[in-house]
């Protein structure tokens, strides 16, 4: 079953900070998240693995709450660039790398 | 520019003809996925292979589609007899095996208008 995200859409002013949430039915053994800009490809931002850290890179974050069966993307000081649709990805069962987008969050950063 | 190269990038076509695209990965890549994708949604898994092996194939997939990697390098993806509801951008991956290593790269998709 598809991980459902929230919001569905954002609009942020430059600066601002914005969450994202991934939560899915089924338990999550691995997390991966992506931007998609519009026209363009998804590209990766991080993984998150079951019992791992949580991972930053630079001023986006995010979490894995096991328990919950739930992710999260973190979004500090936004800019420009972070405009897009971002979409988490689960593993469906641990080793078989075969993954399930989540329903997408539409962000966009306003100058 | 991700290294993984996808031919052709628009392809529009009549219902019912054959489609066939291409995709190159990463060339110490692999682990090879397809995926369909369609406005406003998440990539949809299709398939994916590792080296030459195709491992798990969608149910969603029905017999028209076909995919194949000869010799663990480029992969093809056929659909026959196309229908309206084909049309999507049609999406590569590719990653490295090892497990904290494979994020996926997505190529630029090849997007099929069925006419």
């Known amino acids: 079953q598809q991980p459902v995200q929230s919001p569905q859409a954002v609009i942020l002013r430059e600066g601002e900070d914005a969450v994202i949430n991934c939560s899915s039915s089924k338990a999550l053994y691995s997390v991966h998240w992506y931007r998609q800009k519009h026209g363009e490809a998804p590209v990766f931002l991080m993984i998150l693995l079951k019992g791992g850290e949580q991972k930053g890179h630079e001023k986006i974050s995010a979490s894995f709450n096991e328990k919950k069966q739930q992710s999260s993307l973190y979004l500090t000081a936004s800019q420009l660039s972070y405009s897009g649709t971002y979409f988490c990805g689960t593993e469906v069962y641990p080793g078989t790398y075969k993954y399930i987008f989540g329903t997408g969050t539409r962000l966009k950063v306003l100058a | ?115």
């Open chain 2, 1 to 115: 520019d991700t290294g993984v190269s996808q031919d052709p990038r628009h392809k529009i076509t009549k219902r019912g003809q054959n489609v066939t695209f291409r995709c190159d990965p990463i060339s110490e890549h692999n682990r090879l996925y397809w995926y369909r994708q369609t406005l406003g949604q998440g990539p949809e898994f299709l398939t994916y292979f590792q080296n030459e092996a195709q491992l798990e194939k969608s149910r969603l997939l029905s017999d028209r589609f076909s995919a194949e990697r000869p010799k663990g390098s480029f992969s093809t993806l056929e659909i026959q007899r196309t229908e309206q509801g084909d049309s999507a951008m049609y999406l590569c991956a590719s990653s490295l095996g090892e497990r904290d290593k494979y994020e996926q790269y997505f190529g630029p998709g090849t997007r099929l208008t069925v006419t």
